[in-house]
């Protein structure tokens, strides 16, 4: 049982550069979101997609946009890379109104 | 910003003894509740939920209680194992299905 699969796990970006996050999930979830957690703080809503076809802003959305490609996947994209945008990066699944479930994370770094 | 917290940001328990862990949260209006625990590493994994209409439920070796009149939630861990060492996080959810995560707190447990 894959669940939410991401990919890359690490990676290292030089500022300005653009990079896509993927993510997909085999639970057959209608919704998906990403978030980020930075060091001694909980998990910030980045984008979600409540359904195939829609996706809509959280708390932190700028510098990102997002692709929900297909119901098992939605992509996470940096146009422009900053050294802020250093973190951990989650996406997450849910059915609606459900407990959402984690993928494992990507860890990025800006230099 | 985070209308979700928890009391205290780290917590050491002997092995053996209950852990509890509290969070307090801000909004009246948050409908669910839910705990997840977080490894080194990891994604956040779910633990347990609570909808606003109720004010205790058990899971294995775990108990969430909600108080709503003093807007607070605790999470119980009976008998505290080694394997139970990481970060807990609560979350509400205030009528969709976007959650608000605390800031974790981390859960020690002495051999």
């Known amino acids: 049982n894959a669940g939410v699969t991401q990919t890359p796990k690490f990676q290292v970006l030089k500022t300005g550069q653009s990079m896509t996050l993927q993510c997909a999930q085999d639970?057959?979830?209608?919704?998906m979101y990403w978030y980020r957690q930075d060091p001694g703080m909980g998990l910030r809503l980045i984008y979600y997609?409540?359904?195939?076809?829609?996706?809509d802003k959280g708390e932190v959305p700028n510098g990102y946009n997002v692709s929900r490609l297909n119901k098992r996947e939605f992509s996470l994209r940096l146009e422009s890379a900053a050294p802020s945008q250093t973190s951990v990066y989650f996406c997450?699944?849910?059915?609606?109104?459900?407990?959402?479930?984690f993928g494992d994370g990507t860890r990025l770094s800006i230099l | 910003g985070e209308s979700v917290g928890l009391h205290l940001p780290t917590l050491s328990v002997q092995e053996g003894d209950n852990s509890i862990i509290n969070c307090a949260y801000s909004n009246s209006a948050s409908d669910y509740f839910i705990w997840y625990k977080q490894e080194s590493g990891k994604g956040p994994q779910f633990i347990i939920d609570i909808r606003s209409n109720m004010d205790k439920r058990q899971g294995q070796r775990v108990t969430v209680l909600l108080n709503k009149t003093v807007k607070h939630l605790s999470l119980q861990i009976a008998a505290t194992q080694p394997g139970d060492s990481a970060v807990y996080f609560c979350?509400?959810?205030?009528?969709?299905?976007?959650?608000?995560f605390g800031a974790g707190t981390t859960v020690t447990v002495r051999a």
């Open positions: 997450a699944s849910s059915f609606l109104n459900q407990p959402q479930h």
């Open positions: 997609s409540a359904s195939e076809g829609t996706t």
């Open positions: 639970m057959n979830h209608n919704s």
């Open positions: 979350a509400e959810r205030a009528g969709d299905y976007k959650l608000s």
